[in-house]
């Protein structure tokens, strides 16, 4: 049985939030295929098989996803763990898109090209400025009539009242969009007209009629991040041009540190594409290793004692403290039975260990952690900080409890959800 040890560094906990019908379940789906395509576990795994699975789960009209399901994803010869923290879609599902907000450390807002920001997006967008959530947006569906990517920038702008970082321009419209303009390679990544999933982009010389624009844009890009990172404040003034890499460094720094959180405004780099025409999403991947959080990029998350609310007990996302564990979703596996999800902070849990549930002041035995990847599950022997997985066993934990090292219980910062509405007759 694997015994995963993650790079935390190289570990993506993320969410893809959207209005009802922007593309959310498509983009995710996408993302599952090529990730599913780039990565072997175990036993024989490639697209195809990735694709006939697909194939079932639409047939059948199930969700995808499971609450949270790991893939991986190569950039620049490294290898990054992304796990896909599900966030419902509808507003109904308020709460449980908080929930899911608690555990995940960055999200990926997905736009409809042609309708821009919805009111859904709206309202998700508000719940991960609260929870101070770095964002990296995509305008999907730019095949379709009426789609205009910088209408839905400037609705992102204006509406959100984020500050967009325009990172590709498209190139072609409606079923004529071909590719996109890269703003910081300067390069054109393109596809074929009838792209098949999984078929890699070209990267070319911007095309004649986009460099103007290209040059534009790439000024304002490199304007906006200077007025938001002293680095690139310094580079721009002495009106040097930084290097792909330090480009790539201070996006990243100004995506986590402008989240929205505490009257901050949100910084957010936009991509764009259409999903379901499979263009767009393979630069979004890189992107979401690139600028998106590490758990090691949350210092520590705050808990309290269980004997004492007002003594505050801090955990870092490091092996070497002691175990803490939220449970953020329950859900029942039709061969498993009932499967947690948690988030482990900090420590390490092991399968048949005891542990404390500190809320309940209960002692909970773990059975079998799993790691859910998009067709199959792996049963691992342990897991570590930063790392999500769904657990076996547990019988009294319920969602927004914490677990705990029975000697050094904590109870993690409550989620607070908002009062029910009591309609009077
Ligand atoms: P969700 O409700 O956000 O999960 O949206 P879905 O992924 O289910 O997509 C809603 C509809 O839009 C479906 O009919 C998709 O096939 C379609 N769709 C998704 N992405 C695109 C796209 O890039 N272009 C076009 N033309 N349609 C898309």
Request: net charge negative.
């Amino acid at each position: 049985m694997a015994t995963t040890s993650l790079d935390l560094a190289k570990v993506r906990n993320i969410g893809i939030m959207a209005h009802i019908d922007a593309g959310k379940t498509t983009t995710t789906e996408r993302i599952l295929f090529y990730t599913g395509r780039s990565y072997k576990i175990g036993e024989v795994h490639d697209g195809a098989a990735t694709m006939d699975w697909m194939a079932q789960e639409q047939e059948r009209g199930i969700t995808i996803t499971s609450a949270a399901t790991t893939t991986h994803w190569p950039l620049d010869d490294v290898d990054y763990t992304i796990n896909i923290i599900d966030t419902p879609g509808h507003v109904d599902f308020t709460v449980e898109v908080e929930r899911a907000l608690r555990v995940l450390d960055g999200a990926v807002t997905v736009f409809d090209g042609v309708a821009g920001v919805e009111p859904q997006s709206e309202t998700v967008w508000r719940q991960a400025d609260r929870y101070g959530v770095p964002r990296i947006c995509f305008v999907n569906k730019l095949d379709r009539t009426g789609a205009e990517f910088h209408r839905c920038v400037d609705m992102i702008s204006d509406r959100l009242g984020a500050i967009p970082l325009v990172m590709q321009l498209p190139i072609g419209t409606e079923s004529d969009f071909k590719g996109v303009v890269d703003l910081v390679k300067m390069k054109a990544l393109v596809w074929s007209a009838e792209t098949k999933l999984g078929e890699a982009y070209e990267t070319v010389d911007i095309p004649d009629t986009h460099v103007e624009a290209a040059d534009e844009w790439r000024g304002k890009l490199l304007e906006a991040v200077a007025e938001n990172d002293e680095e690139m404040m310094e580079l721009y003034l002495e009106g040097q041009e930084p290097t792909e890499e330090q480009l790539y460094a201070a996006i990243r720094r100004v995506t986590l540190a402008s989240t929205g959180a505490e009257g901050t405004t949100t910084v957010t780099p936009v991509f764009c594409g259409t999903a379901f025409k499979n263009k767009g999403v393979q630069p979004l991947l890189d992107a979401i290793a690139r600028y998106l959080p590490s758990p090691l990029d949350v210092e520590a998350i705050e808990g309290h004692s269980p004997k004492d609310p007002e003594e505050v007990v801090k955990r870092r996302p490091s092996e070497e403290e002691p175990m803490s564990a939220l449970a953020f979703k329950i859900a029942s596996d039709p061969h498993l039975g009932k499967l947690t999800f948690i988030r482990v902070y900090s420590g390490r849990l092991h399968t048949g260990s005891q542990v404390q549930n500190s809320v309940k002041g209960r002692k909970e035995r773990i059975g079998k952690i799993y790691r859910m990847h998009a067709n199959k599950r792996e049963e691992i022997e342990s897991v570590g900080a930063g790392d999500i997985v769904a657990v076996m066993g547990l019988k009294q934990t319920t969602t927004g409890e914490t677990l705990s090292d029975a000697s050094n219980p904590v109870i993690l910062e409550s989620m607070e959800f908002p009062a029910p509405v009591i309609e009077v007759a």
